[in-house]
């Protein structure tokens, strides 16, 4: 045995700081909650600190406001109140409710007697109003201190107005640290105890009168105590799973964070994000603390940890919203150059105790905006009124502007510092959302950029930024009008496509609402397989104001709605649609080749939005005709000449007509096999294809209207007014003239085909012509599509567009693929 060695110092004691929020402890069942995840942990010394039932706080701030008041109803919450806390005793305590029940009816008695007396006096002072409210703390904390020591746990209960004490002043409330440990000291003397509960939130001024740390408070109690006990960490237990990317009430898809600095914490706690109370980080910063945040409903989840440490791995950390704001704005051309008008301003609005959130000046001097709280925005507009009077009487200033219906908008990150493209990426979103900025503030530190936007536009503001920085996926608020052949052809491919392009490309393209002709179907996350079932149950009937209503309430950023009608009506709202921002994507002709002034009001409303409208699929279903011309138009080619079979029914026919058959059976088989429209002289009249041609002129830079095309149909005159069943039974009527029409073309070597052509005069034509059986035309399979494009750069050889032209599933196909450029225009990476 060897003397030598010194007895081992006896290792530290670990010694955790435990702060259980409202709903930590919203229930009998909860507390008991909380009791068993505290007695799972082993740490040497373990304290508790509580904050009051979910909703005590406010029902007794209500109590006081009442009782002042001088409002009989006070007895009766009052009662209630009493009763919610007798009714968690017993739940918790059971036979053993009994001193509890007593002492808590102690409380009540005592809280009765201040109300009664306020209800005198007709007056809320401060020091009663802290009495009050503090209440629930203090019960609360009994509550769990007298279920542990229920489960024979020795453990014992602080109140905190027994060793805290605080200074309020303009800078919030400052701890007296050296009487706080003292009192501490003596108190912990008399209760040697390894478990502690805590009340949170209260606590004693200098005067030894009783206050509280203001609301939201105990989270600074946590802190507070995680100092006096040199805690090792300081663990804050509410009911999400840490501190999330952004709200989690307004961004569904927020994230959670593992790690944040307390920089990083701070600016988020500053600018709104509840979930941690500002101050609670000082005493923890000082000591370098950690500070958890974690779930009390999931206690396996490591939650957010909150310490020194930087952990740059992206630009934005988190996104915040501070709403009930005003901008203040004084503006002036007597201010440029002149030195102290800032500190005038600020020492109007200090002496008006008014705070500043925000503060932003052009480098031109002109004007000088800050941001405000809406409650103390008027005062803070007179104070600059009075404080400027002189310079606005003589003209120096202008005018002092207020705006209200303010929210002020914040990204929060340390990997912003010194990184380029961090505000264009913000505000490049708030644009594409078209969220107008009313003023914008970035600290030198670089890890906070913060815009203010209107209220109204917050939601979709918040989402949108918290998109554009990859934190949540971009999300579109989808419509589709008109579930029909390739409506409901695309519904299946867009959800087919979902999990990828969420999982890939971080696109969230949300079916928000179907409209077929008679029925409505309106969902808020997002319609899912069972839409036919759902649609064909709803009870709605249709209603596109509703519809397009249901599209933006979501605030999702981007709204899109998919025309798969063949409606002039739904045509009609286009631009309307546009304006308001939402993007328009369709296979519907009607705008494409209807009247020119509503195509021309489509693509205005679409240039002034940013909004987009595409119609790929109008011509060629799926395949890329007009956006091949685009790409030729943008890069400076010009169009001289279109050709082209448009028609993928007239391409079989005049393929398969090779005088083996009649030219009405030929008709007719191609109905049978649903090749044709259900009355084939929608084919035959030509008028598709001059719609086409009109739709392809236009993009062309031709201003073409459907009367502008000279149209061969293939209907005669007699046969228009016809049923369809008279029209098939008599279409044989017709069989001697195409096949002369034929033998003329054989014998000069050529075949027949139904050709769309738009020259370089502008001339536009769609009929039936004799061309050489060598063409590129006469060589086309089944139902093909052709275009051919002669340009400034194609002329000895014209670019040709060729392949499947008709069908749902090619048609969805297109459309989706306008989707998904809409997509990417709006930054999605695809
Ligand atoms: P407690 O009762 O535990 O004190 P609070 O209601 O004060 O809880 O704070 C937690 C709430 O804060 C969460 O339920 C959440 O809705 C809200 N919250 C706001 N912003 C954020 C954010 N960025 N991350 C997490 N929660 C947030
Ligand atoms: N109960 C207090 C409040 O609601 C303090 C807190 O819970 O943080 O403000
Ligand atoms: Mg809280």
Redesign the pocket.
């Known amino acids: 045995m060897s003397s030598s060695a010194a007895p081992a110092a006896p290792a530290p004691l670990r010694t955790v700081v435990h702060k259980f929020?409202?709903?930590?402890v919203a229930d009998a069942e909860r507390y008991r909650h909380v009791a068993q995840l505290l007695l799972a942990r082993d740490e040497d010394v373990q304290v508790a600190v509580v904050?009051a039932m979910?909703g005590v706080t406010d029902a007794l701030i209500e109590l006081a406001g009442l009782a002042s008041s001088g409002r009989a109803e006070w007895r009766e919450r009052w009662h209630e109140l009493r009763a919610r806390h007798r009714g968690a005793a017993v739940a918790l305590l059971g036979e053993r409710a009994g001193t509890t029940l007593e002492w808590l009816d102690g409380q009540f008695d005592g809280l009765s007697d201040i109300l009664a007396a306020l209800a005198v006096i007709g007056e809320l002072p401060r020091e009663a109003l802290d009495r009050v409210q503090g209440l629930g703390e203090v019960c609360s904390a009994r509550l769990l201190g007298d279920h542990l020591a229920a489960l024979g746990e020795d453990c014992a209960v602080l109140d905190a107005r027994q060793v805290l004490v605080v200074e309020r002043s303009d800078l919030g409330v400052v701890v007296d640290w050296e009487t706080s440990a003292r009192r501490l000291a003596e108190w912990r003397a008399g209760h040697p105890q390894r478990r502690v509960v805590v009340t949170g939130f209260v606590a004693r001024d200098r005067d030894d009168r009783v206050t509280t740390l203001g609301r939201?408070g105990?989270?600074y109690s946590g802190a507070i105590f995680a100092a006096l006990y040199e805690a090792a960490e300081l663990h804050i237990?509410?009911?999400?799973d840490?501190?999330?990317?952004?709200?989690?009430?307004v961004v569904p898809e927020?994230v959670q964070l593992e790690s944040l600095s307390y920089d990083e914490a701070c600016e988020?706690a500053y600018f709104g994000?509840?979930?941690v109370h500002p101050q609670t980080m000082s005493p923890a910063i000082e000591r370098g603390l950690p500070i958890i945040i974690r779930n009390t409903f999931q206690p396996a989840h490591p939650g957010t940890r909150i310490t020194s440490a930087r952990d740059v791995s992206g630009p934005v950390k988190?996104l915040?919203l501070s709403p009930d704001l005003a901008v203040l704005n004084l503006e002036g051309t007597g201010l440029i150059g002149v030195p102290g008008t800032a500190e005038r301003v600020f020492a109007a609005l200090r002496d008006a105790r008014v705070s500043v959130v925000m503060i932003s000046q052009g480098s031109s001097e002109h004007s000088i905006c800050c941001v405000v709280r809406s409650a103390e925005a008027e005062r803070a507009q007179s104070a600059l009124l009075g404080a400027f009077a002189h310079e606005l009487a003589i003209g120096q200033v202008q005018r002092v502007q207020l705006t209200g219906g303010v929210s002020v908008l914040a990204a929060v990150g340390d990997g912003m510092a010194g990184q380029p493209g961090v505000a264009a990426r913000l505000f490049e979103s708030l644009a594409r959302a078209r969220v107008n900025i009313l003023a914008i503030a970035q600290g030198s530190s670089e890890r906070n950029i913060s815009v203010a936007i209107d209220s109204a536009d917050a939601t979709r503001a918040l989402r949108a930024a918290h998109a554009g920085f990859w934190l949540s996926p971009l999300t579109f608020s989808i419509g589709v009008i008109g579930p029909g052949n390739v409506g409901a052809a695309l519904i299946e491919q867009l959800r087919a496509a979902q999990p990828q392009l969420l999982g890939k490309a971080n696109l969230d393209l949300r079916l928000r609402a179907i409209a077929s002709r008679g029925r409505l179907l309106l969902d808020e996350r997002g319609i899912g397989d069972d839409w036919r079932q759902r649609l064909a149950a709803s009870t709605l009937s249709t209603d596109l104001d509703r519809f397009t209503a249901h599209l933006t309430a979501a605030h999702l950023p981007h709204a899109l709605i998919i025309d798969c009608s063949a409606s002039a009506e739904v045509a009609d709202r286009y631009a309307d649609w546009l304006a308001a921002g939402i993007h328009v994507v369709t296979p519907n002709k009607q705008a494409g080749a209807g009247p020119l002034p509503r195509f021309e009001a489509i693509r205005e409303a679409a240039a002034s939005s940013g909004a987009r409208f595409r119609y790929e699929a109008t011509v060629g279903a799926g395949l890329p005709v007009i956006s091949t011309m685009r790409d030729l138009l943008d890069t400076g080619d010009t169009v001289t000449g279109i050709e082209g079979i448009f028609s993928g029914t007239l391409a079989w026919l005049f393929n398969k007509y090779d005088g083996s058959a009649v030219f009405s059976q030929l008709v007719a088989q191609a109905r049978a096999m649903g090749y044709t429209e259900p009355d084939p002289r929608d084919d035959l009249s030509g008028t598709d294809v001059a719609r086409k041609l009109v739709i392809l002129a236009r993009e062309a830079g031709r201003p073409l209207a459907l009367e502008d095309v000279q149209v061969e149909s293939l209907v005669p005159e007699s046969l228009r007014q016809a049923s369809v069943e008279d029209f098939m039974a008599r279409l044989q009527e017709v069989d001697a003239a195409f096949a002369q029409r034929l033998q003329r073309a054989a014998a000069a070597g050529n075949v027949l085909r139904y050709v769309a052509r738009l020259d370089g005069e502008g001339r536009a034509s769609v009929g039936l012509v004799e061309l050489p059986r060598a063409h590129a035309f006469a060589n086309l399979r089944l139902t093909d599509n052709v275009v051919q494009f002669t340009t400034r750069r194609y002329c000895d050889n014209p670019l040709i567009v060729q392949g499947p032209g008709a069908g749902p599933e090619v048609t969805a196909a297109g459309v989706f693929a306008d989707l998904l450029r809409v997509a990417a225009g709006q930054g999605a990476r695809l």
Request: charge should be neutral; glycine fraction near 14%; avoid cysteine.
């Open positions: 929020g409202g709903t930590s904050s979910k939201n105990s989270d237990w509410t009911d999400v840490g501190v999330l990317s952004a709200d989690p009430r927020a988020l994000a509840k979930v988190g915040t």
